[in-house]
């Protein structure tokens, strides 16, 4: 090798045998081999227990509206959606005979549609 890269090498050994570049991590002490392999602490356990104390029944969650109408609209915008998409399909096929919106939920085989999703669909869906 050239001499000139051999000292430089040397001179960087030298140079990194004075500088820390990694820190080193504190050491982790393991369990003793002695100790239990379980993780069950009996004396912990009895002091987590607390009397039981009965408390008084809560009353039953109302029912917030603002997020009830909001899922239902979500659910009525994407029949919707399902809907117009197949209509879409179904003219750019040349098939433009009408259909009611039961032969439509049929062929899309929704039969799980409430009746006031129905009914909202009738009214949107017609305009």
């Known amino acids: 090798m050239d001499p000139e890269l ?4 040397a001179a960087f050994q030298k140079h990194a045998a004075r500088t820390v570049s990694v ?4 050491q982790i002490q ?3 081999p002695s ?3 379980t993780t069950y602490n009996a004396e912990a356990a009895k002091k987590k227990k607390k009397p039981t104390v009965q408390q008084t029944p809560k009353p039953a969650a109302e029912l917030d509206f603002r997020t009830a109408v ?3 609209n979500a659910a009525n915008f994407g029949t919707m959606a399902k809907i117009v ?3 879409k399909k179904r ?4 098939q433009q005979w009408p259909l ?3 032969e439509i939920l049929d062929e899309l085989q929704i039969y799980d549609l409430p009746k006031r999703s129905e009914a909202w669909l009738k009214e949107h869906l017609m305009r």
């Open 70 to 72: 909001s899922h239902s």
């Open 91 to 94: 003219h750019l096929s040349q």
């Open 30 to 32: 393991l369990p003793s």
């Open 23 to 26: 820190q080193q991590r504190p």
């Open 6 to 9: 051999l000292r430089q090498r």
């Open 100 to 102: 009611s919106l039961q």
């Open 35 to 37: 100790a239990s392999h």
């Open 85 to 87: 998409d197949y209509m």
